[in-house]
T-cell receptor
Framework: DSGVTQTPKHLITATGQRVTLRCSPR?????VYWYQQSLDQGLQFLIQ???????AKGNILERFSAQQFPDLHSELNLSSLELGDSALYFC??????????????FGSGTRLTVV | GNSVTQMEGPVTLSEEAFLTINCTYT??????LFWYVQYPGEGLQLLLK?????DKGSNKGFEATYRKETTSFHLEKGSVQVSDSAVYFC???????????FGTGTRLKVLA
């Protein structure tokens, strides 16, 4: 157990639907990062939050949004889902805003399948 | 922009063979360098890191040395085991920035 908890582990939904993925960071970590891992795109950075505020944005679609709550857990909302959104979605956390010293701690991911 | 290039996989080795997975990078300034490992069905785990030139990161028999002159951070292990079968990702983060740049990953398969 890495200390980063992601739920649900698996999600199957239909095109056009909306889903919410949840992440609880490791105790004491203030930063949460979301990544999408697909076979053809590799690991793509989506977005980062630090202590409740958006810190950096990557290749996140407008149909996707995220937030970090006062208790530091984060949610990634995916709407108007398309077949191409099927992927593994990882959450990672770090103690600082950059993760450059100690690296990230990753959760085990949520596998999203859009049918 | 910053980038990480890893050797294409898959890499297939027999148990106890020597492993090298090449990683080179392009970055401004002095990035920190990392290797992550992803076992089947799991998230990425930090394997080792180096934060400045000539640093050697090591863990679980794996080693990598930060070579600024060749902009490389190759992963090595002297004797691989079947349990090392996984996907290995090289990554960097530039000082003061907020996101990692990951390589595309190299799948390692170790045969008994």
């Amino acid at each position: 157990d890495s200390g980063v908890t992601q739920t649900p582990k698996h999600l199957i939904t239909a095109t056009g639907q909306r889903v919410t993925l949840r992440c609880s960071p490791r105790s004491g970590d203030l930063s949460v990062y979301w990544y999408q891992q697909s076979l053809d795109q590799g690991l793509q950075f989506l977005i980062q939050y630090y202590n409740g505020e958006e810190r950096a944005k990557g290749n996140i679609l407008e149909r996707f949004s995220a937030q970090q709550f006062p208790d530091l857990h984060s949610e990634l909302n995916l709407s108007s889902l398309e077949l191409g959104d099927s992927a593994l979605y990882f959450c990672a956390s770090s103690a600082t805003g950059t993760g450059e010293t100690y690296g990230y701690t990753f959760g085990s991911g949520t596998r999203l399948t859009v049918v | 922009g910053n980038s990480v290039t890893q050797m294409e996989g898959p890499v297939t080795l027999s148990e106890e063979a020597f492993l090298t997975i090449n990683c080179t990078y392009t970055a401004t300034g002095y990035p920190s360098l990392f290797w992550y490992v992803q076992y089947p069905g799991e998230g990425l785990q930090l394997l080792l890191k180096a934060t400045k030139a000539d640093d050697k990161g090591s863990n679980k028999g794996f080693e990598a040395t930060y070579r600024k002159e060749t902009t490389s951070f190759h992963l090595e292990k002297g004797s691989v085991q079947v349990s090392d079968s996984a996907v290995y990702f090289c990554a960097l983060i530039s000082s003061g920035t907020y996101k990692y740049i990951f390589g595309t990953g190299t799948r390692l398969k170790v045969l008994a």
